[in-house]
């Protein structure tokens, strides 16, 4: 009886789907829906739980701190999304080109900063960003004549040193995303094009890029996660949670500021629920916009 339930073909597909939805039900709806019962308390670690019902979520409207947060998390999104889409397919284009020589080399060079650990690579960008006049990015200034500059006591030269890190980091992985996608396209169609008189510019606007958007959907569907979720590298680059005027400070930041730092968890919980809603409004946004829940013609 065990032996035919187990090597039935009707229950084989659900035992091989169990993990995952135990996988699932464990580390991903349990959190949550722990974290919507959170949302509506005051919770203290050595207290019991007090039912507060949308007061966190009122207080969070008035909150300026978290507002700025959101700010700096939308504006460090945006920013990262201007850079780490179009340049990493273009220098895709360039490294899948014919005459490009080295092809490995260069993309071994350029994805070798993801492997580094983001608190190893934090620590060496708040050194070479320092205002010490011996920092590196102060003593090239002085190459040219320039006074050393405070980059982590300001807020835009603070994104300058934020935005480097990640587009050091990131860069090569966003490239080996586009070479992938790159792969996908038949040189039929470059080489019908090339007989057609079309030049390098119209064969990358009318072939390459509507070709990749699948990749470019997906690519910027991870850096809108990415960017709105980042905390670590503010984290190390500032050296703690508390940067000059809080222009580092990110969602997760006042979300570890709440919940850890001063223990209130349940207020916590209502800043990481108004993060996972935003995210996905913004993902989803782009994905309609992207024509994905489109149904294909047949």
């Known amino acids: 009886m065990l032996k035919n339930f187990l090597y039935s073909q009707k229950v084989a597909p659900y035992v091989f789907v169990l993990p995952f939805v135990l996988i699932f039900l464990v580390f991903w709806f349990y959190p949550l829906a722990s974290s919507v019962e959170m949302s509506f308390q005051k919770v203290m670690l050595g207290q019991s739980a007090q039912w507060v019902g949308f007061d966190n979520y009122a207080k969070l409207i008035d909150d300026s701190m978290f507002l700025k947060a959101v700010m700096n998390s939308v504006t460090y999104t945006a ?19 014919k005459f490009m020589w080295g092809r490995e080399l260069f993309k071994s060079v350029f994805f070798f900063p993801a492997l580094t650990s983001v608190v190893v690579a934090g620590t060496i960008f708040r050194l070479m960003f320092g205002e010490m006049e011996g920092s590196l990015i102060n003593s090239l200034l002085g190459l040219f004549g320039l006074e050393p500059i405070k ?9 300058v040193a934020l935005l480097s890190l990640a587009t050091w980091r990131w860069m090569g992985v966003n490239i080996l995303y586009f070479l992938a996608g790159l792969k996908n ?16 510019f119209q064969k990358f606007r009318f072939i390459t890029i509507p070709l990749l958007k699948p990749t470019t959907v997906y690519v910027l569907t991870i850096s809108i996660y990415a960017g709105m979720a980042m905390f670590v590298e503010s984290l190390m ?37 108004v993060l996972l809603l935003v995210t996905m409004v913004i993902n989803l946004t782009q994905l309609a916009l992207s024509g994905l829940f489109k149904k294909e013609e047949s």
């Open 151 to 159: 980059f982590l006591k300001g807020h835009t030269t603070g994104f």
């Open 185 to 200: 396209i038949p040189e039929d169609y470059y080489e019908a094009a090339s007989i057609d008189g079309a030049s390098t």
């Open 237 to 273: 680059l500032w050296n703690g949670n508390n940067s000059p005027q809080n222009i580092g400070l990110t969602i997760i930041g006042y979300l570890y500021r709440q919940g850890i730092e001063k223990n209130n968890l349940g207020y916590a919980a209502t800043v990481g629920l």
């Open 79 to 97: 920013l990262t999304l201007v850079i780490l889409i179009p340049f990493p397919m273009l220098f895709a284009v360039l490294i899948n080109a």
